[in-house]
């Protein structure tokens, strides 16, 4: 069978693969969306809908018959559930933001029409859940489910699926992990210390208290990658503006498994200008690794200009356990063999940074990520061409844009001071011109600004000004001309020539060389 009631069914030795490839396109034929532009996500990020406000009403059927034919979608296409459902509550108050986020569903749709569940073929079968609650999420009544009344919930859905399990002779020897994102819910559901502090849960509900300790279900905290928040020190300001990169990137990764394709399914590529914060972002995600409960192995790597392959091998090797005197004197090709071999069966994700030309995995001994092994490769650079070679599909790559001119000047602000910003009339206007000059760039307001913080007097503001606004004629060759001259400013204003003869003698060292401090203070 490979055709039944819209669905196409496509079974290989690895499994089975269910899509409505086709259906999906009907849809965008019917309302007219085939030439609409993709998007990479099924809903706005923090998007909030509600049955009342100002909007304009639209026309109930053809609102009705598009969530109808979107219902009948996600049949294969778990990844557009959430919002559909969401949709379907406004069948009888439809107005145009409705209208507008079901669009949305389309252009995602549009970029993903292939997509469908896999059913892998496994000697074993287990069993597990995951529990999520929007608590007050809901703008009319307020009154979503909390996290524990929603673990209760899945747990009762896990039981009827452990009794359906076990007539089919797949009986669930081991407790089933049930994974709760909300730490509170977790201890309430192991604890019984907590059930005094919840004495307005209905008592029917600690059944889930049960459960935990007759050993049919575990619960485990579980902090989903896609809802974590970019939270740094330096670029603090900028991570509200990154968020949104990092939720789209990381659904991008995560939905993987819903795509046919067996080839660069679990790569995705982040572009951008230089100074603009990929490598903050690609921090992020590492950190994000490092904090979540998961099975992969997470390696870190410099790729940079110019630099050896077998460099960027070392590297790897320190990460996995390979590094020894004998790996030294091995060859690139032996190198390659033995991170293979380590890799080989293990689920990885490879963090690659700033790579400026194609980078060969398979010559530097990375398997190939695919549906089968489930590994990732997320890696940034600042060319285009480089990001479309590395992956051809570009609704798995993130451009990393600068920020808008409001933000900049937020973070800017915050590395002058705004006490220096208030010492006169002029500066305030001087600084608004200086944000517009780094253009956005991160790097070059937080340079900028930290350089500027001890500017006082509005001649010195003036003076910068100047230095910026001039011709970009001096920039070396190879070096990026959107942060030459922010930086060479920046140099030009350390205090003292001490620090200026430190700083040249730091940038003879090849780029992101470790320099040790007992080298700096014998120069």
Same mark, same amino acid.
């Given at each position: 069978?490979?055709?039944?009631?819209?669905?196409?069914?496509?079974?290989?030795?690895?499994?089975?693969?269910?899509?409505?490839?086709?259906?999906?396109?009907?849809?965008?034929?019917?309302?007219?969306?085939?030439?609409?532009?993709?998007?990479?996500?099924?809903?706005?990020?923090?998007?909030?809908?509600?049955?009342?406000?100002?909007?304009?009403?639209?026309?109930?059927?053809?609102?009705?018959?598009?969530?109808?034919?979107?219902?009948?979608?996600?049949?294969?296409?778990?990844?557009?559930?959430?919002?559909?459902?969401?949709?379907?509550?406004?069948?009888?108050?439809?107005?145009?933001?409705?209208?507008?986020?079901?669009?949305?569903?389309?252009?995602?749709?549009?970029?993903?029409?292939?997509?469908?569940?896999?059913?892998?073929?496994?000697?074993?079968? +287990?069993? #597990?859940?995951?529990?999520? !609650?929007?608590?007050? *999420?809901?703008?009319?009544?307020? /009154? &979503?489910?909390?996290?524990?009344?929603?673990?209760?919930?899945?747990?009762?859905?896990?039981?009827?699926?452990?009794?359906?399990?076990?007539?089919?002779?797949?009986?669930?020897?081991?407790?089933?992990?049930?994974?709760?994102?909300?730490?509170?819910?977790?201890?309430?559901?192991?604890?019984?210390?907590?059930?005094?502090?919840?004495?307005?849960?209905?008592?029917?509900?600690?059944?889930?208290?049960?459960?935990?300790?007759?050993?049919?279900?575990?619960?485990?905290?579980?902090?989903?990658?896609?809802?974590?928040?970019?939270?740094?020190?330096?670029?603090?300001?900028?991570?509200?503006?990154?968020?949104?990169?990092?939720?789209?990137?990381?659904?991008?990764?995560?939905?993987?498994?819903?795509?046919? +394709?067996? #080839?660069?399914?679990?790569? !995705?590529?982040?572009? *951008?200008?230089?100074?603009?914060? /990929? &490598?903050?972002?690609?921090?992020?995600?590492?950190?994000?690794?490092?904090?979540?409960?998961?099975?992969?192995?997470?390696?870190?790597?410099?790729?940079?200009?110019?630099?050896?392959?077998?460099?960027?091998?070392?590297?790897?090797?320190?990460?996995?356990?390979?590094?020894?005197?004998?790996?030294?004197?091995?060859?690139?090709?032996?190198?390659?063999?033995?991170?293979?071999?380590?890799?080989?069966?293990?689920?990885?994700?490879?963090?690659?940074?700033?790579?400026?030309?194609?980078?060969?995995?398979?010559?530097?001994?990375?398997?190939?990520?695919?549906?089968?092994?489930?590994?990732?490769?997320?890696?940034?650079?600042?060319?285009?061409?480089?990001?479309?070679?590395?992956?051809?599909?570009?609704?798995?790559?993130?451009?990393?844009?600068?920020?808008?001119?409001?933000?900049?000047?937020?973070?800017?602000?915050?590395?002058?001071?705004?006490?220096?910003?208030?010492?006169?009339?002029?500066?305030?206007?001087?600084?608004?011109?200086?944000?517009?000059?780094?253009?956005?760039?991160?790097?070059?307001?937080?340079?900028?600004?930290?350089?500027?913080?001890?500017?006082?007097?509005?001649?010195?503001?003036?003076?910068?000004?100047?230095?910026?606004?001039?011709?970009?004629?001096?920039?070396?060759?190879?070096?990026?001309?959107?942060?030459?001259?922010?930086?060479?400013?920046?140099?030009?204003?350390?205090?003292?020539?001490?620090?200026?003869?430190?700083?040249?003698?730091?940038?003879?060292?090849?780029?992101?060389?470790?320099?040790?401090?007992?080298?700096?203070?014998?120069?």
């Amino acid at each position: 069978m490979t055709y039944f009631l819209g669905m196409e069914v496509h079974q290989s030795d690895r499994g089975i693969f269910i899509s409505q490839h086709s259906f999906a396109l009907k849809i965008l034929d019917k309302f007219c969306m085939h030439n609409c532009k993709a998007v990479s996500t099924p809903v706005a990020q923090g998007e909030k809908l509600t049955s009342s406000g100002d909007q304009q009403r639209v026309d109930e059927r053809h609102y009705r018959s598009l969530v109808g034919c979107l219902l009948y979608l996600t049949v294969t296409r778990p990844d557009i559930m959430f919002g559909v459902s969401l949709l379907s509550r406004f069948m009888h108050c439809c107005n145009e933001a409705h209208l507008k986020a079901a669009k949305r569903i389309l252009r995602y749709i549009k970029g993903t029409a292939s997509f469908g569940v896999m059913f892998e073929s496994q000697n074993q079968l +287990k069993l #597990e859940g995951y529990s999520d !609650s929007d608590w007050a *999420g809901s703008l009319d009544d307020m /009154k &979503t489910e909390a996290e524990y009344i929603a673990a209760a919930g899945a747990v009762n859905q896990a039981i009827w699926l452990r009794k359906l399990l076990y007539d089919l002779n797949e009986t669930q020897d081991e407790a089933t992990e049930i994974w709760v994102d909300n730490q509170s819910a977790v201890a309430i559901a192991k604890n019984p210390v907590f059930h005094g502090k919840t004495k307005h849960f209905k008592i029917k509900l600690h059944f889930v208290r049960e459960a935990e300790q007759a050993k049919e279900f575990n619960f485990s905290l579980f902090v989903m990658l896609v809802k974590l928040k970019l939270v740094t020190r330096s670029f603090d300001v900028m991570a509200d503006c990154l968020a949104n990169t990092v939720l789209q990137l990381c659904f991008n990764v995560c939905c993987c498994h819903c795509s046919n +394709k067996n #080839e660069l399914v679990g790569i !995705s590529g982040i572009y *951008g200008l230089g100074g603009v914060g /990929k &490598t903050t972002l690609l921090n992020q995600i590492n950190n994000k690794f490092h904090d979540t409960t998961h099975d992969y192995l997470v390696i870190w790597a410099v790729a940079s200009q110019d630099r050896p392959i077998e460099k960027v091998q070392d590297e790897i090797a320190k990460r996995i356990g390979l590094s020894n005197e004998r790996w030294k004197s091995k060859s690139l090709d032996e190198k390659a063999g033995d991170i293979c071999s380590r890799l080989y069966n293990r689920r990885f994700a490879l963090l690659l940074d700033d790579i400026w030309e194609w980078f060969d995995l398979t010559r530097a001994g990375i398997p190939i990520p695919t549906l089968d092994n489930d590994c990732k490769v997320i890696f940034t650079t600042r060319r285009l061409d480089v990001c479309c070679q590395m992956q051809p599909n570009m609704d798995n790559n993130i451009r990393v844009a600068c920020l808008p001119s409001g933000e900049a000047f937020k973070l800017f602000e915050e590395k002058v001071g705004s006490e220096t910003l208030q010492m006169h009339p002029d500066i305030h206007n001087i600084a608004e011109a200086v944000v517009e000059e780094c253009a956005g760039l991160p790097l070059a307001l937080i340079t900028i600004g930290r350089a500027m913080a001890s500017k006082k007097t509005s001649r010195e503001w003036e003076y910068a000004i100047e230095v910026l606004r001039q011709s970009a004629a001096s920039v070396f060759p190879g070096v990026g001309k959107e942060m030459y001259l922010k930086l060479k400013f920046s140099y030009d204003c350390l205090p003292d020539e001490r620090l200026r003869s430190c700083f040249l003698y730091c940038s003879l060292y090849p780029e992101d060389h470790l320099i040790e401090k007992d080298e700096l203070v014998d120069c």
